[in-house]
């Protein structure tokens, strides 16, 4: 880019003053108001009555046969052991969820027995639960399940610590919890024999509904890519059946390998349709297209209702006649382009009939699978799904670990914030005098996390959903001063609360487990006046103490954000790179497309993410989520163009192989790792970019050799690489004038300093 600021002229002015455009960030809230939105966030995808049913009756069952047995303190610990392992179940596949819970029943019952066996020592004890706090804290680099498993079992180890049970009476005990997280993880799974694949079909199901939403609405070249994160949830829960030879096993992963078809089509056919806009709005193509994509979402929405089981309106005929009309809307727009003289409307209205033939195929296979209607005997491609060896999980993780063990990583400053405070926590409940003070590390190990907004909402809504909770179980207990059998009920209540509405607020889920845990201390004999009194008094000091704590050493989002921002720059460049090298016949570059495409999915959602968390902070300004939204705009118009040329590449496999568009991606991929460096604080002279627009105008001149292909340059493969172009020259720009700001220079500048500490925390071990 010789220099960056002058290739951006080379836009249109329409898409400059939409790239440019404040409204993304004058229609954000406030820094307080976005706070309390969070606050106050009930997600009701969340909501799920089969799970808490099941998760209460998991905790309802070993107390109902310990009464029975005249045993009541065993069965309330496998009880607590089926409470612990009820955090782990979800509604994804039964494959995943099973190891899931396995693994987190053990890991409960280990640390069951270490916090039991190490309780009687003091040091012993709190040198440990620092320990696996910081180990608590590092799987936060790992993600998935792995933060969620680490923290019960850290809560569980503070709680069995304080009890100090001899090594025979703690090995009982760490039996015992390991029962009832065997129970749970059976009562989650006891359908899996009639319904292996339920969990796999709602995700295609939900994945498909979302495609019928978005192909029937308005779409917007500044905003995220259509069905990305259905998408990846879909993959995500298909990913299991990779080596499974069932029939039904291949139709789902067929039907998931139409959807992504269908997915990148439906990109290319609303880009086509906003360029008719752009250039000609009372074009009678787009009329026609509109039509077209009206019937397409009918369908798709048809395939939901058939993997979902949900009632249809539309009868067999109905369909049959949606997809007969599919052709005679591509015949209708076939008939208008010939008649629209050579111009660029033209070329864009011929795109749209060849993309509207793709997707009428697509949808005619996915309806054909949806309804059983075709035999799978190879004939049709497996999506490239990339399933990892558990050799391949641990060495990630551990090098994923081994990464992050430098002061400049935010989750190793979390890890050893939590570890810090934990210790604190447990060497203060060790010294005052009231009693049941293991939930004062607990409340700090739960209300801690590596960003600002999170912290601090669950800080909030733990102290205020206990004392709520508290009110409302010393209510019950002056009210109706509950037996067993009322206590055996109202524990089942409050588990299905905790398990259903919980997830959707962590202040229900306060309320809930508050009262939860009152109700089982006392059906194990304990007065509920002194649970109560020092459960309150407990949570408010560990709350007081975690968000103190974070207060005086945050990791802001502020700080994360332009790192966030290069890691989808690099993912982009990964795929960018995939692309480049399109050859279908090689499994092992499936594998590489398909592991490219999801890693740029994850780093986008992951930029989304820093940017909500990073208007929610205090000090943040307009102008830093302007100039951050202003990047994920162009962002998304660079992705949106990328995403085009994979699926025209997937429809027409010889223009992938072009030498001036190779040599194009080349130049895109040093551009975007440019871009990445720079964020990270390198400075990198003007003249070290290549110059894109001059690549696009070879590409160009390279197809338009003769008169008669003049119009080349209007084809798909030209239009989309303008359009790459014009969004990365924009994102340069940008990204140059942020990085030229005093605001980022004092960024670098700490960066800096963390690296120097741990260059010399590294020098003196």
Not at 605 to 624: H, M, V
Not at 748 to 761: Q, V
């Amino acid at each position: 880019m010789r220099p960056v600021s002058n290739q951006v002229s080379n836009q249109s002015p329409v898409e400059v003053v939409k790239i440019n455009s404040p409204s993304t960030s004058e229609t954000r809230p406030s820094a307080a108001h976005a706070f309390w939105q969070i606050l106050t966030l009930f997600d009701s995808t969340k909501l799920s009555s089969h799970r808490a049913f099941r998760n209460a009756l998991g905790v309802v069952l070993p107390l109902l046969a310990g009464f029975a047995l005249r045993m009541p303190r065993g069965g309330l610990v496998v009880a607590s052991g089926a409470l612990n392992v009820s955090y782990s179940d979800s509604s994804d596949p039964y494959s995943i969820r099973v190891k899931r819970m396995l693994a987190s029943s053990v890991i409960c019952a280990v640390a069951v027995f270490v916090g039991a066996v190490s309780g009687k020592h003091v040091v012993l004890s709190v040198t440990l639960a620092a320990i696996w706090a910081f180990i608590t804290g590092m799987f936060v680099a790992v993600g998935g399940a792995a933060p969620d498993l680490g923290i019960i079992s850290l809560v569980t180890l503070l709680i069995y610590a304080a009890q100090r049970l001899t090594p025979r009476e703690a090995a009982i005990s760490g039996i015992l919890a390991l029962a009832g997280g065997l129970l749970q993880t059976a009562l989650s799974v006891a359908l899996w024999p009639v319904r292996r694949y339920d969990p796999e079909r709602r995700a295609l199901a939900n994945f498909y509904r979302e495609l019928a939403n978005r192909a029937s609405a308005p779409w917007n070249a500044t905003s995220s890519p259509l069905a990305s994160a259905h998408s990846e949830q879909a993959q995500q829960a298909l990913l299991g059946l990779a080596r499974d030879a069932d029939p039904e096993s291949i139709r789902y992963r067929a039907l998931l390998n139409q959807a992504e078809r269908i997915h990148l089509t439906l990109l290319v056919l609303m880009r086509l349709r906003l360029r008719m806009e752009r250039e000609m709005p009372n074009y009678q193509g787009i009329a026609i297209l509109d039509s077209y994509l009206q019937t397409a979402s009918q369908i798709l929405r048809h395939i939901n209702n058939s993997l979902s089981a949900a009632p249809s309106t539309d009868t067999q005929e109905i369909i049959r006649q949606a997809a007969e009309a599919l052709d005679r809307f591509s015949i209708q727009l076939r008939e208008v382009t010939a008649a629209t003289p050579p111009s660029f409307i033209a070329a864009v209205a011929k795109d749209a009939v060849f993309q509207m033939d793709a997707l009428s195929g697509q949808l005619r296979a996915a309806l054909d699978l949806s309804q059983n209607n075709v035999e799978l005997q190879g004939g049709i491609d497996d999506p490239p799904l990339t399933p990892r060896t558990w050799k391949e999980t641990v060495s990630g993780a551990i090098e994923t670990f081994r990464s992050h063990l430098n002061l400049q990583s935010p989750i190793f400053r979390h890890a050893l914030r939590l570890a810090v405070l934990v210790a604190v926590g447990d060497i203060l409940g060790n010294e005052v005098p009231w009693r049941r003070t293991y939930w004062l590390p607990m409340t700090i190990a739960l209300v801690l996390k590596p960003e600002f907004t999170a912290t601090f909402t669950r800080g909030l809504l733990r102290i205020a959903g206990t004392i709520l909770g508290l009110l409302l179980a010393t209510g019950l207990f002056h009210l109706f001063n509950p037996g067993v059998v009322l206590q055996v009920i109202l524990i089942f209540v409050f588990v299905f609360l905790l398990r259903w509405l919980g997830p959707a607020n962590y202040g229900i889920f306060g309320i809930a487990v508050s009262a939860l845990i009152v109700l089982l201390l006392a059906i194990g004999g304990v007065p509920p006046k002194d649970v109560i009194w020092a459960r309150g008094v407990n949570t408010v000091i560990g709350g007081a103490l975690a968000l103190l704590a974070y207060w005086l050493w945050p990791t802001w989002e502020r700080t994360r954000v332009s790192e966030r921002i290069a890691e989808m720059l690099d993912a982009y460049r990964n795929y960018t790179h995939a692309l480049s090298r399109w050859n279908p016949a090689d499994k092992s570059w499936m594998q590489e497309l398909e592991r490219a495409r999801r890693a740029a999915r994850n780093a986008r959602a992951n930029l989304e993410a820093s940017i909500d968390r990073l208007g929610s902070e205090p000090g943040t300004t307009r102008e830093q989520i302007a100039r951050v939204s202003a990047v994920l705009a162009s962002s998304h118009r660079f992705i949106h163009a990328l995403m085009a040329l994979d699926a025209i590449f997937s429809q027409q496999p010889a223009l992938a192989g072009s030498t001036p568009l190779k040599n194009f991606m080349s130049e895109l991929e040093k551009t975007l790792a440019l871009l990445a460096s720079t964020l990270r604080g390198v400075r990198v002279p003007s003249k070290d970019f290549p110059n894109l627009r001059e690549e696009h105008r070879l590409m160009v001149q390279s197809r338009t050799t003769d008169a008669s292909s003049a119009l080349a340059r209007f084809d798909s493969i030209n239009i989309e690489a303008d359009r790459i172009t014009n969004s990365v020259n924009t994102l340069a720009e940008q990204i140059m004038e942020w990085t030229h700001t005093p605001e980022f220079a004092a960024l670098h500048k700490r960066r800096l300093e963390l690296a120097a500490g741990t260059a010399k925390m590294e020098s003196h071990p």
